[in-house]
């Protein structure tokens, strides 16, 4: 199932709502409405009051007070399948179970974030960086996932603008494969950990580059230099869809149109499984958790000498996912 956040383009409100998107017909289904509408058709006086509570417009929430979140999902595209049979798709005043594509707005698929973990995951990259320095990859990386917390508030979706800082005169992208876990857990075993994982998205881990150099020297952080902009989206794809298998997914990055980092998710020195079992020793994970795969090889412009700037479109693809496309902002005056 792909996994969305939605707006309708003639809501005045701009009210975001969790929805289903089927590729194959162009559209998203909004699973609180499906329940609304058929308990609706089934006589009962508030519809809508029993609606949510079967099925929350939140995907946070839904994470964290169900039990079975995809079942619950699942056994709402199941009652959408039902009611196209009947053709009842539409409850009295009017509101569709449904929309086309053409008619929302894919926003942050997530309405709240637990806690943002990114890790430093790709060898490629790490090796990358370190050649850079003049340095040889530390012997530590090699013996734990290290990863650094990020900020959740300034999470944006798709189509919507990069902030440029005024803080920084150097900007950069990250791509990066996104897990969301949906069970909390503690001294999680590997051989258990693909049962903590929901899914996975794109993520777009944006940088202030002069900004975290400067962190980083004094070995703290990063923080300024990355709390300001991360991406996810457009969608989350839920682990059945890979069979609950870690994926090995091709990943590029485009700027202007013009191809810049291509390579594979599965090129990766850890293991999901291996970073849940390291974050929760001793410590619980909890659902809404994103964590942040670390950049992939070619994954960014410190790689390549090449550096984005104010106007440029990016866009970034994952395999089986989509793409998350967003113009870079004008620097903000300070």
């Not at 894919?106 to 709240?112: A, K, T």
């Not at 990355?226 to 890979?242: H, R």
């Not at 090449?306 to 989509?322: A, F, H, R, S």
Request: hydrophobic fraction near 35%.
């Amino acid at each position: 199932m792909k996994i969305c956040r939605y707006i309708l383009k003639n809501d005045p409100f701009k009210q975001a709502r969790m929805g289903i998107v089927l590729s194959d017909e162009g559209v998203v289904i909004d699973p609180q409405t499906v329940w609304a509408c058929d308990y609706e058709r089934e006589g009962f006086a508030r519809p809508w009051d029993r609606a949510t509570r079967q099925m929350p417009t939140s995907l946070h929430y839904l994470l964290n007070h169900f039990d079975d979140p995809h079942d619950a999902l699942e056994e709402s595209y199941g009652l959408y399948l039902f009611l196209q049979k009947v053709g009842d798709l539409t409850l009295k005043n009017g509101v569709s179970v449904f929309h086309k594509l053409s008619e929302v707005t894919l926003v942050n698929p997530m309405d709240r974030i637990s806690t943002y973990r990114d890790f430093y995951a790709h060898e490629k990259h790490v090796a990358a960086g370190f050649k850079k320095r003049n340095e040889p990859i530390p012997p530590a990386w090699y013996e734990i996932p290290a990863y650094y917390k990020g900020a959740t508030e300034g999470f944006i979706g798709s189509g919507e603008e990069i902030l440029w800082p005024s803080y920084t005169d150097v900007l950069d992208y990250e791509l990066e494969l996104a897990m969301i876990v949906g069970r909390d857990g503690k001294n999680i075993k590997e051989d258990e950990a693909s049962s903590h994982i929901f899914g996975y998205s794109v993520l777009n881990d944006i940088s202030a580059r002069d900004i975290q150099k400067k962190e980083m020297a004094v070995r703290l952080g990063p923080a300024k230099g990355k709390d300001f902009c991360t991406i996810l989206g457009p969608v989350i794809v839920t682990a059945d869809e890979f069979e609950y298998q870690e994926p090995n997914l091709l990943m590029t990055a485009k700027v202007n149109d013009k191809e810049w980092s291509r390579g594979q998710s599965g090129d990766i020195h850890y293991t999901w499984a291996q970073m849940l079992a390291h974050v929760s020793k001793d410590e619980w994970v909890m659902p809404g958790d994103v964590f942040g795969s670390g950049t992939v090889g070619t994954g960014c412009g410190l790689e390549l000498d090449k550096w984005i700037q104010p106007g440029d479109k990016l866009e970034l693809t994952i395999e089986g996912i989509g793409t998350l496309t967003n113009t870079v902002g004008q620097k903000v005056k300070g």
